[in-house]
């Protein structure tokens, strides 16, 4: 089914840096699928081989003519190799593709330079017949979406190895969804989108001109020359170009800007261009400029065929075969244009560079082999560029070619999606687990301070010093049993002494100082625990003010231990029910007797009995006696209880700093890497 018109829907869109590139080098045409190889089973998306086999009526060249994009400067540096089988054509007729991809254009290629090339208005009189993408199931549109859902909520925020590659990724995935694969499964593949890419002076650009008949993009000795994706067009796909989803995610520009666009293209129309195909002109993979390395990544990405060029000086260099390192990876459809080739050597760079491709793999790329000769206007000479724009027009003009050609790459990008996003989730889960391993190096230190505090308040040693001495004053002087009244002879309640204030605020201060101390070793534990954890604990660790207490710790601390003691009192007055038989005889100071139990509960005695027996009546005994074992043990068990509580609750207020701390740097959603898993598995049943 064939329309004139295009109509395309309407999908999200993103952008982000490029994925960098990772294991061995080699790109080229996928190898035949193995039994357990899947690949897109919907109408869209069929099994897809390589463009070009045996029998197929356009063959494959090694030592074909191509082009030269030497330095892509205006000076001739070499001959054209007379021995080329291209020479005996007729340069004017191959310089007319227009005739052969029947498609509306100028006369030649010249004119369209001049700019006087009757282009016209785009879309007039040049729209043309495109198949109609075929329906796309709603189970693999809603798992794409899916998918794009998943990758967008990870969150890689902590700073652990591999993470700066992580978020570079998944900014990657994004945007290839985004460009390439959410759009492309919904649309015809006419046209279909051709990139260039290659390292510095390959003569990309050149090429770019040389087949478009005109100078659409800019070349010269300037390294780097191109700084913003040129995307050369039919004038009647220009529209489809301007409205559509692919490169969606890129702002569509006139003309080039004076600094690189890393989220433009330069849209320029050329009737040299076949119709059905268009040509993205990208900057060097090894440009100087960062930047520039991700825009041309990213058209990578997006492209539904790569165009790779080097150079006959450059064919073994790192950054060559990291390109085809990546094409490999994507299973993507690849060309190769060797340029700038001498004649004297042809043969012998010919045989190395197929052989090292043999090797890697790659032995069955399609080549294309452009001669060292001079650049005029930018442009090679026709007879250079010939097989490639055979190559080009045979795209356009054949469509099942071109639609077997993306299928492939199609195909080959979602099929990486098998290991790169589960590289994503097994990354974010190791963001978790450290995460995890910060937070739980937070509660060791602060639960050891807290079992400190057990240990302190039952042993007797919080017992020490000014408490000791306050007690024994008050056990001694006899305001110990002044405490107690006989009911006959009392005539009101029995107000405490000062030595009763002292002992209180004693035992207060005490429990202040137990607290203090435990908080600071607690910061102390956590840095140091955090220190040992390279990377992002250790970053965490130099946040400002982590290795100590805050300033106001005194003040909350105090206010916890009086909350404290007065929740004892009020424990005496409503729980301390005197024992029948005593409660005849005598009555008690509330106050007095909420300390006494203070001093019996912080483990008086448990270090030094004799000293406790010197001191008057034992505490525990004096109680047990008025209150009895049982009444006596359910107090004690409630005010311990509420004084860890109290200073559980402290402790809390503590770690709050160092949660803050990890959220600052960035929460990993632990349940995110389960969804991703799961939106792959959906793709691929969906597929």
């Known amino acids: 089914m064939r329309s004139a018109a295009r109509k395309t829907p309407d999908h999200g869109t993103g952008a982000g840096p490029s994925e960098t590139v990772t294991d061995e080098p080699g790109a080229g045409d996928p190898p035949p699928e193995s039994p357990g190889e899947r690949t897109v089973a919907f109408p869209q998306l069929r099994d897809a081989g390589p463009v070009l086999r045996p029998g197929d009526p356009e063959p494959t060249t090694h030592d074909a003519p191509s082009e030269i994009p030497g330095a892509e400067d205006d000076t001739e540096n070499g001959a054209a190799d007379d021995a080329d089988p291209a020479d005996d054509a007729d340069p004017e007729a191959e310089a007319d593709p227009e005739a052969e991809a029947g498609a509306a254009g100028t006369e030649n290629g010249e004119n369209a330079e001049d700019g006087e090339d009757g282009e016209g208005a785009p879309g007039e009189d040049q729209v043309r017949e495109i198949p109609m993408p075929e329906p796309v199931s709603a189970a693999l549109t809603d798992a794409l979406n899916q998918l794009r859902t998943a990758v967008k909520d990870l969150h890689f925020g902590l700073d652990v190895p591999g993470s700066e590659d992580a978020r570079k990724a998944q900014a990657a995935v994004l945007a290839q969804l985004d460009d390439y694969v959410i759009p492309r499964v919904h649309l015809s593949t006419a046209p279909a989108l051709i990139v260039v890419a290659g390292s510095t002076g390959a003569g990309k650009s050149t090429i770019v001109n040389s087949l478009a008949g005109r100078r659409v993009t800019a070349t010269g000795v300037r390294r780097p020359t191109t700084g913003t994706p040129v995307l050369a067009v039919h004038p009647g796909d220009l529209e489809w170009y301007a409205r559509g989803d692919l490169l969606g995610g890129l702002e569509r520009l006139d003309e080039p800007p004076a600094a690189a666009a890393p989220g433009g293209v330069v849209l320029v129309p050329s009737p040299s261009m076949p119709a059905g195909v268009a040509l993205l002109d990208t900057p060097d993979i090894d440009s100087v400029v960062e930047e520039h390395h991700e825009i041309a990544h990213r058209m990578l990405d997006a492209a539904d065929l790569w165009v790779f060029v080097t150079t006959a000086s450059r064919y073994a260099d790192a950054p060559s075969w990291g390109l085809l390192r990546r094409a490999k990876e994507r299973r993507a459809r690849l060309v190769i244009v060797l340029s700038r080739v001498p004649a004297r050597s042809r043969d012998v760079i010919m045989k190395h560079f197929a052989r090292m491709l043999k090797e890697y793999g790659l032995g069955d790329v399609e080549r294309f082999v452009i001669s060292e000769t001079s650049v ?26 071109r639609e077997e050609a993306v299928r492939t790459t199609l195909n080959g990008v979602l099929n990486s999606f098998r290991t790169r996003l589960p590289a994503l989730a097994r990354h974010l889960e190791t963001q978790v687990a450290l995460r995890a391993d910060l937070r739980s190096d937070v509660d060791a230190a602060y639960m050891g301070a807290l079992t400190e505090i057990d240990e302190a ?69 956590v840095v140091t625990r955090w220190r040992q954890r390279a990377g992002a604990g250790d970053r965490l660790a130099a946040t400002p003010g982590l290795g100590r207490p805050p300033e106001d710790i005194a003040r909350r601390t105090a206010r916890t231990v009086a909350a404290w003691q007065e929740h004892v009192t009020e424990l005496i007055r409503t729980e301390g029910v005197t024992k029948r ?12 007797l909420s300390l006494i139990f203070m001093i019996s509960l912080l483990g008086y005695g448990a270090t030094d009995p004799q000293a406790a027996t010197a001191a008057g009546a034992l505490p525990q005994r004096l109680l047990r006696g008025l209150l009895g074992a049982e009444s006596l043990r359910s107090i004690s068990a409630k005010a311990r209880s509420d004084l860890r509580a109290r ?24 349940a995110a890497a389960t969804r991703l898993y799961q939106a792959t598995y959906t793709l691929e049943v969906a597929r």
Do not use: C, N
């Not at 110990?480 to 309640?493: D, E, H, N, P, V």
């Not at 160092?658 to 959603?669: R, T």
């Open 376 to 401: 005029q206007e930018g442009r090679l000479p026709e007879i250079e560029i010939a097989e490639l724009r055979m190559w080009l027009t045979g795209l356009s003009i054949d469509d099942d070619r």
């Open 457 to 525: 308040t039952r042993d007797g040693s919080l017992l020490r010093g000014e408490v000791l001495a306050r007690w024994q004053d008050f056990a001694g002087s006899g305001d110990l049993m002044r405490t107690l009244q006989l009911r006959r002879g009392a005539k009101g309640q029995h107000q405490g002494p000062e030595r009763v204030r002292g002992l209180k605020a004693a035992i207060r201060t005490g429990l202040e100082s137990l607290v203090t101390s435990a908080v600071e070793r607690a910061a102390e534990e």
């Open 581 to 592: 038989s005593v409660a005849k005889l005598v009555s008690f100071d509330v106050e007095s």
């Open 647 to 670: 200073i559980g609750l402290l402790f809390d207020e503590e770690t709050l700093r160092y949660v803050d701390a990890l959220d600052s740097a960035g929460i990993p959603d632990e």
